[in-house]
């Protein structure tokens, strides 16, 4: 399987520009799965509620629309973070999208920093789609610093995990390892770069070092901290199903639920 992710700086409220972008970038990018950031299409500090709503689209809207013609491009699937609008609610999501159409939602539950006081905390839980017959789950940037994230996902059977994210913090490209190792799991993480101060004195530098790991927790690929990259690996994404840690050790049977409540 052909994988790849998209690091790159949307430019806020320029959906067409950064559709533009995306397009350009996967021309010629023959792939299984692309992942890009999350909020690729609008860029990510909006400055109030009012903002969000006029750039904010259903999942069957144009950009997604669009994506879907670039997943047919690439022969695969795209995950691409949104601003997903349902009636007056928006929801920071991310669509996995085929030639075929939008496969899937995820909607954030880990709603970060000023973030609550936009967007609706996701309601769906953390559904796991198929993807050329791939069990794929989708987290979306601080859903990194909830264990139950992954957690959830792998033990609704994803093998690949697709993290689109704009991080601000500088701990996640380290912890994806641990992520990745106790649940034996595939971990996409597509950061952004570059840096949004859209409302003075709230200023965000995104981290870039966009990274996949792979289940035994090996580092498979690294994108650069400020500079648009396009990263590409091929994995065999079968080992996921292998939970084993020792011949003696399963990372999901050998779980005490008897003695926690996880
Ligand atoms: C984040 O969740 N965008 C930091």
Not at 41 to 55: A, I, M, N, P, V
Not at 58 to 71: E, F, H, K, T, Y
Request: aromatic share 8%.
């Amino acid at each position: 399987m052909n994988v790849a992710m998209l690091q790159f700086a949307p430019v806020f409220g320029e959906v067409q520009e950064n559709l533009r972008a995306i397009e350009e970038a996967c021309a010629d990018l023959p792939a299984d799965l692309v992942v890009l950031p999350e909020l690729c299409t609008t860029g990510y500090q909006f400055r109030d509620r009012k903002e969000l709503l006029e750039l904010a689209e259903p999942a069957g809207g144009p950009s997604i629309q669009r994506l879907s013609g670039v997943a047919a491009a690439c022969g695969g699937h795209l995950v691409a973070g949104f601003a997903e609008k349902e009636s007056d609610l928006v929801f920071n999501s991310a669509a996995l999208v085929g030639p075929e159409g939008v496969v899937g939602v995820y909607r954030k539950i880990h709603l970060f920093s000023e973030e609550k006081r936009l967007f609706e905390p996701g309601n769906r839980g953390f559904p796991v789609f198929r993807a050329g017959g791939i069990p794929i789950g989708i987290m979306i940037c601080f859903d990194w610093l909830f264990p139950e994230s992954a957690r959830s996902l792998a033990l609704g059977g994803a093998w690949v995990i697709a993290h689109a994210a704009n991080l601000v913090l500088p701990f996640c490209q380290d912890a994806l390892i641990t992520r990745a190792l106790e649940n034996r799991v595939f971990i996409m993480s597509c950061n952004r770069t570059g840096r949004e101060e859209r409302i003075a004195g709230k200023k965000y530098e995104f981290t870039g070092r966009s990274r996949m790991v792979g289940p035994d927790g090996k580092i498979l690929a690294d994108g650069p901290p400020d500079a648009p990259a396009v990263i590409t690996a091929e994995i065999d994404p079968r080992r996921a199903d292998d939970k084993k840690v020792t011949s003696l050790n399963h990372v999901i049977r050998d779980r005490r639920t008897d003695q926690y409540r996880l």
